[in-house]
């Protein structure tokens, strides 16, 4: 929190307050979960704040990755892609089909 001196300097100086630009958020943990954060953050010379948004952010990330599983396996199935080796394959196959397209056009 800025003093009060502190914050009719700003007043003076910059003509507004300062404004906030995060937004409070209490959340609530097992008393095991709230002492690994904790001993976490320390670990990682981090705030707890910033545990939590890093968490957010991990969770989004997988959220997203699952929907794009979600929407691509039943197509990748479909067409016979059941794991990594078939999507080497697959993209071997289309690189080479694209190569034997373009030696059949003749040069303009």
Sequence with gaps: MHGKDELSDMIKYYGVLPMRTTKVLS???????????QALAKKENRTMS?????????YQDDRYWKEIQAYARPRAEAIGVHNEDDVVRAVKEFRREQRARRKRKPAA
Excluded: G
Aim: charged share 30%.
């Design 50 to 58: 910033e545990l939590v948004r890093q968490a957010l952010r991990q």
């Design 27 to 37: 959340i609530t943990l097992p008393e095991p979960m709230l002492e690994e954060m």
